[in-house]
């Protein structure tokens, strides 16, 4: 696994969040980050509309290794947090460039 230290960066706006590599218990947050989304922004993100996401859909996406490196951003509130931002980037085969997303 492609180990990346769990990071606090402020915000120009002076939010403090938590960069960190993605979990599998994530799932629950990225729907409620998704359901904040304006529906131009989910139709953008996916070059389709979509109404919802449910944690099958998140599947693939809840894992993060050498060759598939998945980040958060998460906003802490109070006692509970919020993820406010994913990435991801793939390796391309052979390994000279990747796909950011």
């Known amino acids: 696994m ?5 990071q ?3 915000l120009k ?4 969040v938590l960069i960190r590599e993605v ?3 994530d799932g ?13 922004t989910k139709y953008t993100r996916f070059m389709k509309y979509r ?3 449910d944690l099958d859909d998140l599947k693939p996406f809840l894992h993060s290794d050498s060759k598939n490196l998945a980040i958060v951003a998460e906003l802490f509130k109070n006692v509970h947090s919020i ?6 980037y793939v390796l ?9 997303g």
């Open 2 to 6: 492609t180990s990346v230290l769990p």
């Open 8 to 10: 606090y960066v402020i």
């Open 13 to 16: 706006n002076g939010l403090k």
């Open 23 to 25: 979990r599998e218990d």
């Open 28 to 40: 629950p947050k990225l729907i409620e980050m998704f359901e904040s989304l304006s529906d131009e």
């Open 51 to 53: 109404k919802s996401l």
């Open 83 to 88: 993820i406010i931002a994913d990435g991801r």
């Open 92 to 100: 391309d085969e052979p390994p000279h460039g990747a796909n950011v």
